[in-house]
């Protein structure tokens, strides 16, 4: 191969010399030259023979595409890939409308830069087809020579030809074929023997305009003996079972010297690698609109939103589900699921180490498997799924792990996931993570108002009794000059404030528990047994650990135990055990009756002339800060018992 002088520019001089190491030893054939700016590598190509300019797009000085352009007005002509890390689809679509040869994306892996010594080569293999195809034709030296040097010029132009990338048909002056290279061949998917003597005309449109439609155009512009021409047309390449499609360009050319005067000369570019870009990047720009289009769409629920956008994703990415889950506990809840996967449906739990998705938690970003298999053979997930593919992301709400997003196959997939579904993917988890943080965010704020609505109402209801106790034994007091008014003031004065205590309780002891630690139940329990009078009553512990604020616990369990004494007398038995997933306080005492047990957590409600009514509203309010949900029902001895659960976060559907 002949010597290709390339000139990288980038910003990054580490870069550089390990690019410049990966493709000289590649192709030994190359020579890199490296600039770390727009202006240096201007002053290169005034003064170097650069073959191909290969640019990052983001330095300091200038981006790629305005290197490019003033590339292009100086030669439009010249290979220029850009190999950049800061990609997108914008910028690949402005780059392609500005002329650039190839678009790939920069990567440090070995396999991304044998990717780029292709597209060098090949890229530099076309240009100078196009510059010296038609005078390097066997026969076409008009200059004076012997008939050797002819003969030899001849078979090295025809050598250089076969192995060139470019397809390359010559025609005579009746239009057939008189020769063709190993290239055109292969395009047509015909022995090259079997291209010579065909009228070219026929050949072309049987082989290509009539398999596969191509623009009208073609059929009148491919033959003219006028200037050249050249279009872009889809072509079939090989004619075997798979039925492989090719974009190829076509120019051509008359001949008016040479042993053909009047015959033509058809040239045929394989260009799929970028009409396959253009494809993607259009498919891609599509998808991000819809994916808009309906993330922003907030007339739709937001469930419906998440379902339509899994159903987009699943149809961008091949995939036969996706699916969005809730993580808690070492439990994996589907949460929301699209596609028709019978193990994947939406309202199912399992356990987390029998998940794929247990896998992304451990990566802690975009997770993909092409063939499960292969890569996951003995995994028990696979063992319980059957997935043969998968791509997934963390979702984190609150800057914890809430969940994952995830689309899984029954098939595995032909080529990895692409740099820019990784991203999709990633770009999705994010979304989905804000929505959840803003719509928890907004339920916190919408409970608190309602939590401001009801001290309000409570302090104006509550204290108002009291209060006017207090003014109408003042009054009397004034008048008559008893004593014991004083003492109805008094006691009426402690109501109110006992009251005023419990609700600024209720308003600081709610709110979510933001640095949960663990704590040892009895222990937690025996010291709130302390601080509460319970003369003659009996507390009975099991041993168990649960994760909260202790002072906030504390106050939780003492208010529960003085419930139980008050409504169960001295010599009532308090029991505090754990559950799965949280714990209970049970008593013996007559327990609440089931038209009541919804009320006894609203503040306010009371059966006791002594109490404020507020003692299980702050037990609730407590629960709910530890995101926990406390219901009442029969202990075993007829007991009130109180149970408080770890409450499922759904999000999505509140």
Known sequence: MARIR??????????????AEFLQQERPAFEVVSVHDAERALTRLETDEIDCVVSDYEMPDTSGLELLRAVRERDPDLPFILFTGKGSEEVASEAISAGVTDYLRKSVAPEQFTVLANRIENAVARSRAETTLTPALPGSLDTPASDETRAAVADIAADTLDRSPVGTLLLDETGQVVWANATVARFFGLDREGLVGRDGQALVESTIVDMIEAPAAFRDQAFASADPDSGVFECHVLPDEDREERWLQHWSQSLDAGPFPGGRIMHFFDVTPRKQLEEELRGNVAALREFHAIA?????????????ILDVVRRLLGMDAGFFTHIHDDIQDIVAAEGDIETIVAGDSGPLDVSYCRHTLENETVTTVIDAETEMAGDPAYETFGLACYIGAPVEVDGEIHGTICFAGTEPREERFSEFERTYIGLLAEWLGYELTQRRAAAALERQNER???????????????????????????????DRHFERVEHALDRMNTIIEDVLALARLGGHVENPVPIDLAQLAEEAWDGVETAGATLVTEEGTIEGDGKRLLRLFENLFRNSVDHGGDGVTVRVGPLADGFYVADDGPGIPEDAREKVFEGGYTTSEQGTGFGLAIVREIAEGHGWTVSLTDSEAGGARFEFHEADADLIHE
Do not use: K, M, N, W
């Not at 390339?6 to 690019?19: N, R, S, W």
């Not at 922003?296 to 339509?308: K, N, Y």
């Not at 207090?470 to 004034?478: D, K, N, R, S, T």
């Open 6 to 19: 390339v000139l990288h520019v980038d910003d990054e001089p580490e870069f550089t010399t390990v690019t």
């Open 296 to 308: 922003t769409d907030h007339e739709i629920p937001f469930a419906e939103r998440l379902e339509r």
């Open 452 to 482: 401001l609505a009801e001290f309000a109402s409570l302090v104006s209801h509550d204290l108002r009794s009291p209060l006017s106790v207090a003014q109408g034994y003042l009054g009397l007091a004034q008048e008559v000059g008893d």
